[in-house]
């Protein structure tokens, strides 16, 4: 080895020394990629809703969850962050389920479970979907991640009829990287033009029927097909 070249080794070889001696300093690493999706269950128990209807809505939604083509959109996807609640009367807001990052089988049947095992408050009340829209905001700004994108899924069998409605939810200026979905169970023309004028918004929003609260599982499923899927991301992307 020449001089000239020995010392520039001797001088690169000090440099990685003093690096490394540095406290606090680290070999630096690949920044982790941002998930892609933070999802807000919200599911209506107001008066209207039967015994039976609750459990056809949790035990739907699990059972939507665990569905295969569900469980692969999610693992096509890196995983999301879910939480999901149930909703009625103003300040009646019970959560189903607390954030949790769901990547593979075993995570989602865990957290299915935890939903189809939940009992329903007994109290009735009316509908106040302007409140439970602020409740989903919340647990949103909550997340304990960002994602690339931010859905509230709503779903309801009647339009709002206590407290203040959509509109004033989406005057508070964090809903607007939010995108609302809805999933309105009867297809009732009212109620799904209302769900389709004053409730959606944001990129990709779209309004799912359900017949009956019989076909509750199967709209689910294409509708967390719609969310979660390439289907979804390419209009987000328009």
């Known amino acids: 080895m020449s001089p000239q070249r020995d010392s520039g080794f001797w001088i690169m070889l000090l440099a990685a020394l003093v690096f490394l001696a540095i406290p606090g300093a680290a070999v630096p690493v690949k920044a982790k990629a941002p998930c892609a999706l933070a999802l807000v269950i919200a599911v209506d128990v107001s008066a209207s809703v039967s ?47 607390d954030w949790r990052f769901l990547q593979e089988a075993g995570e989602i049947s865990a957290a299915a479970r935890r939903i189809a095992g939940r009992k ?11 409140y439970a829209l602020a409740h989903g905001s919340d647990l949103m700004k909550a997340a304990p991640e960002q994602c690339e ?37 009867g297809n009732e023309d009212k109620a799904v033009s209302y ?10 929003a779209f309004v799912e029927v359900a017949r009956d609260y019989e076909d509750y599982r199967d709209a689910m499923v294409r509708k967390l097909l719609k969310e979660i899927g390439t289907e979804q991301v390419a209009r987000a992307g328009n």
Do not use: K
Not at 52 to 67: K, P, S
Not at 158 to 185: K, S, W
């Open 195 to 204: 769900y389709a004028d004053h409730v959606i918004r944001g990129p990709g």
């Open 120 to 130: 329903r408050d007994p109290r009735e009340f009316l509908t106040a979907l302007g």
């Open 51 to 97: 015994a039976r209807e609750y459990r056809q809505q949790v035990e739907g939604l699990a059972y939507a969850l665990e569905d295969s083509e569900v469980v692969a959109a999610i693992e096509a996807i890196g995983g999301i962050w879910v939480t999901s609640f149930e909703w009625s009367g103003p300040y009646q807001q019970n959560s189903l389920l």
């Open 149 to 185: 994108r931010e859905v509230i899924d709503v779903s309801a069998d009647g339009i709002n009829n206590q407290g203040f409605g959509p509109e004033i939810a989406y005057a508070d200026p964090d809903f607007q990287n939010m995108t609302v979905n809805a999933l309105v169970i």
